[in-house]
Each structure stands twice: as structure tokens, then as C-alpha cells.
């Protein structure tokens, strides 16, 4: 007579990783580049990157098989906001004076 036994396996959780997950895996394979950096665009690299992490719950929405491509996308409106900051503070000491 012979016996099998058969393993219970419990799966729990997700199959795929979550969108936060994938980012934060693809924002882990920049360490040796951020390391190479020199100090004022390694805080460049961070302002970036949190834009990212900002930006993720939009970037959920984003059908992306490639992680990379929200995450240009939240690092550009992270530029463009930065620079529309700039211009209204442009704006408002011009019409201070």
C-alpha cells in the first residue's frame, strides 16, 4: 500500500506586487548611481524620487508594464511644479515693486 500525503499550501496575498513595491524596487536599483553622484545631484536624485513617491497613487493609474515610465512622467511634474513655484515667487516680488 502506498501513501501520499499532500502538503496543504496556504497562498495568501498577492501574485504580483503592489504598484508601491515595484516602485520602491525600481527606486532600490538606483543606490550605486546615487552613490556616484556628487552631493548637489544626489539631493536632485532625492527631490525626484520623492516626487515619485508623491505621485504614486496616480501613477497606479497608469497602465505601465514598465514601472520607469510614471516614474518619468512624476519626476518631470515634479520639475514643472518646481519651476511654476519659482516663477509665481518671480511674479509676486515684480509686483511688489
Same mark, same amino acid.
Given at each position: ?6 502538503? /496543504?499550501?496556504? &497562498?495568501? %496575498? /498577492? ?12 527606486? %532600490? ?5 546615487? /552613490?556616484?553622484?556628487?552631493? %548637489? ?7 525626484? &524620487?520623492? $516626487? ?6 496616480? $501613477? %497606479?493609474?497608469?497602465? #505601465? ?17 518646481? &519651476? ?9 516680488? #515684480?509686483?511688489?515693486?
Amino acid at each position: 500500500m502506498i501513501l501520499f500525503r499532500v502538503a /496543504r499550501i496556504n &497562498i495568501m %496575498g /498577492r501574485t504580483v506586487p503592489t504598484w508601491r513595491d515595484r516602485i520602491e524596487s525600481e527606486i %532600490g536599483t538606483l543606490s550605486r548611481f546615487n /552613490r556616484a553622484l556628487n552631493h %548637489g545631484d544626489r539631493i536632485a536624485l532625492e527631490i525626484l &524620487i520623492e $516626487g515619485v513617491r508623491n505621485r504614486r497613487a496616480a $501613477g %497606479g493609474m497608469m497602465p #505601465s508594464v514598465d514601472p520607469w515610465k510614471p516614474m518619468l512622467v512624476s519626476m518631470l511634474l515634479e520639475c514643472y511644479s518646481k &519651476i511654476a513655484e519659482l516663477e509665481r515667487t518671480l511674479e509676486d516680488l #515684480s509686483s511688489e515693486r
